[in-house]
């Protein structure tokens, strides 16, 4: 049984503080019941709370941590890099280094920016997007999250759909009213949009492999419908890779599709845990951005050189060992065959999306393909599960509407203490 009294004193302080105790919502527990655990260290698959008690982590920092935690592949580029000042706000080299690295990796990319965050990755693809065409309203999905920008807290997943504000106050009609939503893996709904507001629409934006109403994977066609639809329509298609950009593969989910983009966006694993974003395209859409074009975006500590040097160091590694990936399929096929076995055993039928090393289970006995499927999961039943499992040491998203992500950390052992762990949690809470 794990205790932790720190941890609940800390949160107990950090309300005083802090909205909610938390500096990002979906880290609360409000979803699932209790209080979130404060961590103080963490290697390889393992965390360490303020109490002393361990944790196999399955969100490795929902996503970035993609070699485990403290990799040293990472820590040795940063430690080196810091004695040589944390910020310039001038240009380097790192900087084109780590554009060109981007650019050989990710297919539909010529040109890149480095930001901050997913989010001003996400905010600034669709201004220059809007730039580019000269029209106003974006098309997104309804249960995918694409950052805290105004356009995009519209049917938001994650955090959003978490606390049931997918539609949150504070976004003004104006923009929201640029939004248009479709169910995801629906191409005639976005057909059907796209001809209601026929040369209006400057931007498709979606996660290609939705990870934030649980694990959606494209149904066959969806992204090549897309594709196609925005090659006749004039309309800029924009991949958020910034779940599976340099996951599902060296080059993302458009490489492991075969479905190109014009413009894609990046966050966590490309800053390996340090706060990075970015976005890109072809040449001819990213030549809008300033100073070499009109659309404006700027940033203090854009292509900052400690966060630099970490994403270099993560992106060449991810690059020269492409076997990594095969790893993480690997170990990711004998946790899901494991889940699979253990409902099996038990009588249970739930729903298990994967795709590489992300996966989600649904307590749901329908396919989930879309945000209104992902609805019909048992959340009460997930709360229960996600605290059987916190108790036997497993960190895992505290939500039924997020990811899994899979570290190489996790070896066939922890496997194995993950798989039993899992049976004995659904033992438990169904
Ligand atoms: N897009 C996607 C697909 C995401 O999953 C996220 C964050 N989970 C974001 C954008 C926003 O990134 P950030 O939290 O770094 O702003």
Not at 309 to 327: D, I, R
Not at 388 to 400: D, E, H, R, T, V
Not at 424 to 430: G, H, K, M, P, W
Request: one cysteine or more.
């Amino acid at each position: 049984m794990i205790h932790a009294p720190i941890s609940n004193e800390l949160f107990s302080r950090a309300q005083h503080s802090i909205p909610g105790g938390v500096n990002s919502p979906v880290r609360a527990f409000k979803a699932v019941g209790g209080n979130p655990r404060f961590m103080v260290s963490a290697k390889g698959a393992y965390m360490f709370d303020e109490d002393g008690n361990r944790y196999i982590d399955f969100i490795n920092s929902w996503g970035p941590m993609i070699l485990g935690h403290a990799s040293e592949v990472v820590q040795d580029a940063v430690q080196k890099a810091i004695p040589n000042s944390l910020s310039f706000g001038a240009p380097t080299r790192k900087e084109i280094e780590i554009a060109e690295l981007i650019i050989s990796m990710v297919p539909s990319i010529e040109k890149v920016r480095m930001v901050n965050s997913g989010t001003e990755a996400t905010m600034s693809a669709i201004r220059v997007a809007r730039g580019y065409t000269g029209r106003d309203k974006i098309i997104k999905f309804e249960g995918c999250y694409h950052g805290h920008g105004d356009s995009f807290l519209i049917s938001a997943g994650s955090g959003a759909i978490t606390l049931g504000v997918p539609d949150s106050p504070g976004v003004t009609k104006g923009t929201a009213n640029d939004t248009l939503t479709a169910p995801y893996n629906n191409l005639d709904a976005v057909k059907t949009l796209v001809e209601a507001n026929k040369n209006q629409i400057a931007a498709i934006i979606l996660e290609p492999v939705a990870g934030n109403m649980g694990l959606v994977t494209p149904a066959e066609g969806f992204l090549q419908g897309l594709r196609d639809l925005c090659d006749q329509e004039g309309i800029v298609l924009i991949f958020d890779e910034v779940m599976t950009g340099f996951r599902l593969a060296p080059g993302g989910a458009q490489e492991l599709y075969g479905v190109t983009p014009d413009m894609s966006t990046l966050g966590k694993i490309i800053g390996g845990g340090m706060p990075v974003g970015a976005y890109g395209g072809k040449k001819e859409i990213m030549d809008y951005v300033a100073p070499a074009g009109p659309v404006y975006q700027a940033g203090t500590l854009s292509g900052n050189p400690i966060a630099m040097a970490a994403g270099m160091a993560m992106l060449t590694y991810l690059k020269e060992n492409p076997e990594v990936y095969t790893q993480l399929n690997n170990i990711t096929d004998k946790l899901v065959k494991g889940m699979q076995q253990n409902m099996q055993q038990l009588g249970a039928t739930f729903t298990i999306n994967r795709v590489g090393s992300m996966f989600s289970i649904f307590f749901t006995d329908q396919p989930v393909t879309d945000f209104e499927s992902a609805k019909t999961s048992d959340t009460a039943l997930f709360g229960r599960y996600f605290n059987a499992m916190l108790q036997k040491g497993i960190y895992l998203a505290p939500s039924q509407y997020e990811a899994l992500f899979v570290s190489t950390a996790i070896t066939e052992s922890i496997a194995d203490q993950y798989i039993k762990a899992n049976l004995e949690a659904l033992q438990e809470s169904i």
